[in-house]
């Protein structure tokens, strides 16, 4: 299954509490390559690292068990890019998280979160102080419909000597 719901119970800490009274947290797994991922440009520029990633690493319930990188580029050079969309029967107010695997993560990497009414936030994240470890992107709860991801690395030495890691994407509300 390429994508995966759990329900996790919230602990409270109130004794006085029934279990059927705690709320639950809903979190949503995309994969890279699942069906609601949507990879872009040419395939020679795309790299495979297998057993690695979240899926291929730390959970082995998920599918693909790898994770894709590419070189980052300048923007008059970017040529690959990357889209998870949400299900739509998921969309709750939440927050998107990256992971970003243990190597061949290196490059500031830009992920734009598409809220549903149209609007969108750039976050920058800094691949190389993670390790398999999740990134949170933004700060509040909304309406996530997509989070995108590019080879685009104007600022932050886009010349193809930073990898960009593009593996599994969390929304957790």
């Known amino acids: 299954m390429r994508m995966q719901r759990f329900l996790i119970a ?11 009274a705690a709320p639950t947290l809903a979190v949503t797994i995309y994969a890279n390559g699942g069906r609601y991922f949507t990879a872009s440009g040419p395939a020679n520029y795309w790299r495979y690292d297998l057993n690695e990633g979240y899926c291929g690493h730390l959970a082995g319930w998920c599918a693909p068990a790898n994770f894709q990188w590419t070189w980052s580029m300048y923007p008059q050079y970017s040529t690959n890019y990357a889209i998870w969309r949400t299900d739509p029967a998921q969309q709750y107010f939440s927050r998107a998280y990256a992971f970003i695997p243990r190597k061949d993560a290196t490059a500031a990497a830009f992920y734009t979160v598409q809220y549903e009414y149209g609007s969108r936030s750039t976050y920058m994240v800094n691949q190389m102080a993670y390790s398999d470890q999740w990134a949170q992107l933004g700060g509040s709860h909304y309406l996530i419909g997509a989070v995108s991801l590019s080879d685009n690395n104007q600022w932050y030495g886009g010349n193809g000597r930073y990898k960009v890691a593009f593996d599994e994407i969390k929304i957790e509300n």
């Open 10 to 20: 919230a602990v409270l800490g109130f004794g006085a509490l029934a279990a059927s």
